[in-house]
């Protein structure tokens, strides 16, 4: 402590102020002693906090779990910057409450039933030879298997699609190196038809398999009609990831019901975790999506089920695109090396992680050097002959990420959720070099674009399951925590607890912050979720009431501080429609609107225009005013809906 203090006093001194900087150093002193801080809190301090004003060096979007949503916040600060709309309705930026936004989400109507909420796992950045390029994220819902594409021009979803053959999904979203294709694992295998079928055809007709979907990179858009399914036995896929450099073409799905196991606790039978746990090994799936892609343009290779594309087994196989590879034991996290050359992956219930060498797994393929084939007939790699190494790193394996110095000395980082340690090791020799506690249960570990090809410093960020005695106490129902680890040593360290109030964080992703251009305003009457002007576009003005029959079209502006029109009388049973533009240019003057009654809510960030449609159902006096504090006379920008019985 006291060198570190002469030293910046001798800095100080050196600048001329001696003085201050003593008087820093006193009431520093006490307040470490007061709040009963150490030297590496005041160190950790430092190296995260971030002065007003000032900016983060990387955005992390992470999951957000059950909220449906996405959460975006800033390393090193860990300043929440931003929670986006995606399966589940947010209020703020009128996400469901607009008849714009409505439309995304119907998308997402899951075999057209509405559903009002997700569970968001991976968020994945899109990627430019193998490396984020920072134009699209996506994510995918677990519960009704959905992947969401985000814009990160204004950080809002585009477009959501469903998956009509899963039941649930688990291992997406995941970019290919040149975001040709998202993949999208299934979990839980079912039957690819929506119909019943009893648990005894769980075999013979359940089944699992990777959805890969075509990605218009371009305008960042999934092409259903170009997007396909490769077909897989109903094994309990799991994580995936995307093969890169020599690898690329090449995709990795694990699974954890080798045993095809059907559980049934009423006929007597283990429960399903004591069952799809007794091998010791399951199956990593490796597969050719690019032959795939090719093969699948072909009506002759595919089955339509449900309206898309299915390669079954036998086409893939047949075609030397698909093989299992055994790997111990419900296994869970698969994580491509940089130079795409490794594999590895995590048994949650080994000790082990796994290292798999890509060059022996082709090997192994161009040779046919088989152990066997699965009952489908997918034929099994040996695992000894597909291993590079095996690291023994402790209890509950579960996610990798790489760091910068992954070539020379194969860094790469674990998380141990029953063990709540964050592992650092070398992938080329299998060698543990450094592990660090955090709290508690860590799930996935987010490194700085720690799974491209271009793995950045600094930062590990652990997400953890539990926070348990980390935080005040707020009910039963704690947050998650986010914890900020340096990796820039030799010894990892702790640095910061951010409690996450939304949802399960599962993945999250890290982008340096120089990649994002998000823009600051729409071109005027924007329609974000098009492109393009909105029909209902309105210049100041343009302001003007039409009515079609009984739908009733209001072309209205706003601008400090003022609606335009105020008065709009329509009669009892009318379907109202307000266009609303806000005419504003200035950076963050967002307006938002909502009339008394009608559940209904629009954010509008300068120039964008928005449509809100509902029946005026009840005949009344209804207030309609901007929600944002927008300016000394906020207040009064307000109007009124007279709805009178006609
Ligand atoms: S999962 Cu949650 S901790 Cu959905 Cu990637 Cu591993
Ligand atoms: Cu506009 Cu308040």
């Not at 430019?128 to 519960?143: E, H, M, P």
């Not at 992947?147 to 204004?154: C, E, N, R, S, V």
């Not at 959805?211 to 309990?236: A, L, Q």
């Not at 050719?288 to 893939?316: F, H, T």
Request: glycine share 8%; aromatic share 10%.
């Amino acid at each position: 402590m006291r060198r570190t203090f002469k030293r910046l006093l001798s800095l100080a001194a050196a600048v001329g102020l001696v003085s201050s900087a003593a008087v820093a150093q006193s009431e520093l002193e006490k307040i470490m002693k007061e709040r009963g801080l150490t030297q590496d809190d005041i160190l950790a301090a430092a190296k995260t906090y971030t002065p007003s004003g000032g900016r983060d060096k990387y955005i992390v979007f992470s999951s957000g779990g059950q909220s449906g949503q996405i959460m975006v916040y800033g390393v090193p600060s860990m300043r929440i910057l931003k929670f986006i709309g995606v399966f589940t309705p947010e209020p703020w930026q009128g996400w469901g409450y607009d008849d714009d936004t409505k439309k995304v989400l119907k998308e997402g109507w899951y075999r057209g039933k509405p559903i009002t909420w997700g569970d968001t796992h991976h968020p994945a950045i899109s990627e430019t030879n193998g490396v984020y390029d920072g134009k699209w994220l996506a994510i995918n819902d677990k519960a009704n298997p959905r992947i969401a594409i985000i814009d990160l021009k204004d950080f809002v979803t585009k477009q959501i699609v469903v998956n009509p053959v899963f039941k649930s999904d688990h291992g997406g979203a995941f970019f290919t190196p040149n975001s040709e294709y998202i993949l999208e694992a299934c979990q839980y295998g079912a039957p690819f038809d929506n119909e019943y079928h009893p648990m005894e055809e769980y075999a013979d007709v359940y089944r699992g398999g990777v959805t890969c979907w075509k990605f218009d990179h371009e305008n960042g858009r999934v092409i259903k009609d170009e997007s396909f399914v490769i077909e897989m036995p109903p094994y309990m896929q799991d994580l995936s990831d995307a093969g890169k450099e020599m690898s690329y073409g090449w995709g990795f799905t694990n699974s954890f019901n080798s045993e095809l196991y059907t559980g049934g606790i009423e006929k007597g039978l283990p429960p399903f975790e004591a069952g799809m746990s007794r091998n010791d090994t399951d199956y990593l799936h490796v597969y050719n999506w690019r032959k795939l892609a090719e093969l699948a343009k072909d009506p002759k290779n595919v089955k339509v089920i449900n309206g898309i594309k299915v390669i079954p087994i036998e086409v893939a196989v047949k075609n030397d695109c698909l093989f299992l590879i055994p790997e111990p034991k419900s296994p869970h996290g698969v994580d491509v090396s940089p130079d795409g050359r490794y594999i590895v992956v995590c048994g949650k219930l080994d000790t082990h992680a796994t290292v798999y060498d890509f060059k022996k797994i082709m090997e192994a393929v161009k040779n046919h050097d088989f152990a066997g084939k699965d009952p489908y007939g997918i034929p099994i790699i040996d695992m000894k002959k597909a291993m590079h190494c095996q690291a023994e790193l402790g209890l509950g394996p579960l996610h990798n990420q790489y760091g910068p110095k992954w070539k020379t000395e194969g860094e790469i980082y674990t998380s141990l959720y029953v063990d709540s340690q964050v592992v650092k090791w070398d992938y080329l020799t299998c060698e543990v070099k450094d592990r660090v506690n955090v709290n508690y249960n860590i799930g996935h570990l987010c490194g700085m674009e720690g799974k491209t090809e271009d793995p950045q410093g600094e930062y590990i960020i652990a997400l953890n399951k539990l926070a348990i005695d980390r935080f005040n106490p707020i009910g039963p129902l704690h947050p998650q925590n986010h914890q900020l680890i340096d990796i820039s040593g030799k010894k990892m360290k702790l640095l910061y607890d951010m409690p996450v109030p939304l949802g399960e964080p599962h993945q999250a992703v890290a982008i340096r912050a120089s990649k994002l251009h998000p823009e600051v305003r729409y071109p005027m009457g924007t329609n974000p979720f098009t492109g393009k002007v909105h029909e209902g576009k309105t210049l100041a003005g343009q302001e003007k009431i039409v009515r079609k029959g009984n739908h009733v079209y209001v072309y209205g502006t706003l601008v400090r501080s003022h609606i335009n029109p105020e008065h709009v009388t329509v009669n009892k049973g009318d379907i109202v429609t307000f266009y609303l533009t806000n005419l504003e240019r200035a950076e963050d003057e967002t307006h938002g609107f909502t009339v008394d009654w009608y559940n209904v809510h629009a954010s509008l960030e300068p120039g964008k225009t928005v449509a809100v449609t509902f029946k005026a159902d009840r005949e009344g006096v209804f207030p309609y005013y901007c929600t944002e504090f927008c300016s000394a006379l906020h207040l009064e920008m307000m109007g009124y809906l007279l709805v009178k019985d006609p």
